[in-house]
T-cell receptor, first 112, second 119 residues
Framework: EDQVTQSPEALRLQEGESSSLNCSYT??????LFWYRQDPGKGPEFLFT???AGEEKEKERLKATLTKKESFLHITAPKPEDSATYLC?????????????FGSGTQLTVLP | DTGVSQDPRHKITKRGQNVTFRCDPI?????LYWYRQTLGQGPEFLTY????????KSRLLSDRFSAERPKGSFSTLEIQRTEQGDSAMYLC?????????????????FGAGSRLTVL
């Protein structure tokens, strides 16, 4: 069974204080690893897809990296508007549905 | 296209009542998913449609739940005889057609969700 574990559960940062979020996964053949952002009362918003170990992707203050066992979401010089829950999910090669298996998320709060 | 639309956004009902949620996916997307999310947890897969065919159902989808996607366009999720444990956010997502079995990952686009509160 595919599993995704995210840490920490919650993270409070001062504006400008860089940090990283962790996503550990076990999957029977990784088709892709996804990062989503979710604001309160809204659906998840797509950020990145990573396909293979060593891959990196960047968007503004966010950078996602992937190894064979985990992914990191690095946040550089965060701003209060980066406050949200960040969800990690995996998509496996098995099955035709290609559904995502999500972790429980990291709730990030950036204080001004 | 305005993305994935869900209706209603909020529903409060009494235990034992039936409720129905509607999802309008992105028009070019033939794949449609329903997920359930409870407070502090990530979304959990419920069911999947390819065009009008329901091809996969999670064991989370009890026999009180039924989903349809007539004509391969919008979808409905009905919960009969609601229980307090059904209180959650119900998320719909859609994705475009994909290539073969070993083609790349496909991105799911989520709607804003329908929040259900069962009293």
């Amino acid at each position: 069974e595919d599993q995704v574990t995210q840490s920490p559960e919650a993270l409070r940062l001062q504006e400008g204080e860089s940090s990283s979020l962790n996503c550990s996964y076990t999957v029977s053949g990784l088709r892709g690893l996804f990062w989503y952002r979710q604001d309160p009362g809204k659906g998840p918003e797509f950020l990145f897809t990573l396909y293979s170990a060593g891959e990196e992707k960047e968007k503004e203050r966010l950078k996602a990296t992937l190894t064979k066992k985990e992914s990191f979401l690095h946040i550089t010089a965060p701003k209060p508007e980066d406050s949200a829950t960040y969800l990690c999910a995996v998509q496996a090669f098995s099955g035709s549905a290609r559904q995502l298996t999500f972790g429980s998320g990291t709730q990030l709060t950036v204080l001004p | 296209d305005t993305g994935v639309s869900q209706d209603p956004r909020h529903k409060i009902t009494k235990r034992g009542q039936n409720v129905t949620f509607r999802c309008d996916p992105i028009s070019e997307h033939n794949r449609l998913y329903w997920y359930r999310q409870t407070l502090g947890q990530g979304p959990e897969f419920l069911t999947y449609f390819q065009n009008e065919a329901q091809l996969e159902k999670s064991r989370l989808l009890s026999d009180r739940f039924s989903a349809e996607r007539p004509k391969g366009s919008f979808s409905t999720l009905e919960i009969q005889r609601t229980e307090q444990g059904d209180s959650a956010m119900y998320l719909c997502a859609s994705s475009p057609p994909v290539g073969g079995a070993f083609s790349g990952a496909n991105v799911l686009t989520f709607g804003a969700g329908s929040r259900l509160t069962v009293l």
